[in-house]
């Protein structure tokens, strides 16, 4: 399994502030692309599948660029609640996905 | 609802004891796995089954074993445990679509004295 890469942050913004998270992954064979959120001391939880034409869910988009072999997270008006960490998960054709170390945000009012 | 359980959420165990970890899920999923996750370190794969007496190691499986006798029920093994296997470890289970998703179990603190 090929590694998958995210920036740690923190990513310290203000309420309402639009935020965005990259990830890039080394197989370019990978097939399924997730992102969780992990809040602290509680397990990682799905939060959007990424599709190749992106997706909308609210106020987060995700986008997958094959070419460039990344995954986006967009967080429009972002709220105190959504302080947590998010885990970049990217799967290839075993049963097996790989997940990235998290980039942890921190929304202040 | 679909819903990953397992034994404790928190386990104090001293050096050289046998500690047995328990996940049970409820919804058929065929794959069951593993993990241990660290600060810094992020979710490391001890092992995973893709089937019942089905078993692989994953990156970090020395020290560790598993069973898996029935589909619900995937157990993780410290044969002696160790100070350096103080952690969190996550149980997540998926169905065999390619799709992967992971759903995961509350997990267990475990604290070897």
């Known amino acids: 399994r090929k590694e998958v890469e995210q920036d740690p942050g923190p990513f310290n913004v203000p309420e309402g502030a639009t935020v965005a998270f990259n990830c890039t992954y080394s197989?370019?064979?990978?097939?399924?692309f997730f992102w969780y959120r992990q809040d602290c001391r509680k397990e990682p939880k799905l939060l959007m599948s990424?599709?190749?034409s992106g997706n909308e869910d609210g106020r987060f988009t995700a986008q997958l660029n094959r070419a460039s072999q990344y995954i986006s997270l967009l967080i429009r008006d972002s709220k105190l609640s959504d302080s947590a960490t998010y885990l970049c998960?990217?799967?290839?054709?075993?049963?097996?996905?790989?997940f990235g170390r998290g980039t942890s945000l921190i929304v202040h009012p | 609802d679909v819903k990953v359980t397992q034994s404790s959420r928190y386990l104090v165990k001293r050096t050289g004891e046998k500690v047995f970890l328990e996940c049970v899920q409820d919804?058929?999923?065929?794959?069951m796995f593993w993990y241990r996750q660290d600060p810094g370190l992020g979710l490391r794969l001890i092992y995973f089954?893709?089937?019942?007496?089905?078993?692989e190691k994953g990156d970090i499986p020395e020290g560790y074993s598993v069973s898996r006798e029935k589909k619900e029920r995937f157990s993780l093994i410290l044969e002696s445990a160790s100070t350096n296997q103080t952690s969190m470890y996550l149980c997540?289970?998926?169905?065999?679509?390619?799709?992967?998703?992971?759903?995961f179990g509350p997990g267990t603190r475990l604290t070897v004295l």
């Open positions: 997540a289970s998926s169905d065999r679509g390619q799709r992967n998703e992971q759903f």
């Open positions: 197989n370019s064979a990978s097939q399924s």
């Open positions: 990424v599709y190749s």
């Open positions: 998960v990217v799967g290839g054709g075993s049963y097996i996905p790989t």
């Open positions: 919804m058929d999923h065929e794959n």
């Open positions: 089954s893709y089937d019942v007496k089905m078993k």
